[in-house]
């Protein structure tokens, strides 16, 4: 009896193990499989741009570049198609320095209004392109920890879909406030908003509502899937309320 006792408790531990092993394996199968998937999808999104670009240089050349009007009417689409080749492999690096935490910066203390300020100055001439309105409501100064560009990249990727996802003449508020010991930050716009059923798989990267839509206003599918990734950094959780027609609130809450 004590032997069986014995091998019972020696037992319990490794199959303990043995149990953590299969999860841990199947845990790094499906990490490979999403590296996997997105290497795919990397390639076939640099590709279409790039293959537009050499169908276009190729017409050009082949005689097209001798007729004023669509020589500068297929410039005007080269030019478009290489910027958003260049976006594209500007998100794709923010996503990989933070996956590899490669910090643009050290932690600071950041100072949420004048960060934000910051942010909308920046944007203004997309912001005035579209006669968007922007409302700010700060209750009083508000500062979380962690890193200022990366929060800068957060904020201006939220401020920019709520911009690209309105109709001109818009409005979009952006409100912080503290509640409870937390943070709340939201961007709220008055646009076209996002079925129900989407909103489970929003932050997934290259994943996208309307692809033609996104495309037109010169989206690359990453920008919420690098939110995603740095509210992961600042430890702080997302928000989505939003009605088809009539416009979305993306809410960020930091500790
Ligand atoms: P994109 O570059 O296509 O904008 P994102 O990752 O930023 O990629 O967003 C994913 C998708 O979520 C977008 O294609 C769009 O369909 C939807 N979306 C994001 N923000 C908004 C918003 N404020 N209003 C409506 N739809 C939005």
Redesign the pocket.
């Known amino acids: 009896v004590i032997a069986i006792a014995y091998t019972n408790t020696l037992l319990k531990p490794i199959n303990q193990m043995e149990r953590q092993l299969k999860i841990t394996m199947k845990e790094n199968k499906k990490a490979e499989q999403i590296r996997k998937d997105f290497v795919a999808n990397v390639t076939h999104e640099l590709k279409t741009p790039l293959t537009s670009i050499s169908g276009f240089v190729e017409t050009l050349q082949d005689g097209a570049a001798e007729n004023p009007e669509i020589r500068t009417k297929f410039l005007d689409i080269i030019a478009i198609e290489a910027a958003r080749l260049k976006r594209l492999i500007e998100d794709i690096l923010i996503i990989s320095d933070i996956e590899n935490k490669r910090e643009v910066n050290t932690d600071s203390d950041i100072n949420v209004r004048e960060s934000i300020m910051e942010i909308l100055a920046s944007m203004e001439p997309i912001i005035d392109a579209k006669n968007i309105k922007i409302t700010t409501s700060f209750a009083y100064e508000i500062y979380i920890g962690g890193n200022n560009d990366r929060f800068k990249q957060l904020m201006f990727?939220?401020i920019?879909?709520?911009v690209?996802?309105?109709q001109p003449g818009g409005t979009i508020t952006v409100t912080a406030e503290r509640k409870e010991g937390r943070v709340y930050i939201s961007?709220q716009?008055k646009?076209?908003?996002?079925p129900e059923e989407?909103l489970p798989r929003?932050?997934e990267r290259f994943?996208?509502?309307?692809?033609s839509?996104?495309q037109k206003?010169g989206?690359?599918?990453?920008?919420?899937?690098?939110?995603k990734h740095i509210a992961a950094l600042f430890e702080a959780e997302i928000k989505v309320e939003?009605e088809l027609g009539k416009?979305?609130t993306?809410t960020v809450i930091f500790k």
């Open positions: 990727n939220l920019e879909n709520a690209k996802y309105s961007v716009d646009g076209i908003g996002i989407h929003l932050f994943y996208r509502v309307d692809k839509r996104s206003e989206g690359t599918g990453l920008g919420l899937a690098i939110v939003s416009g979305s993306f």
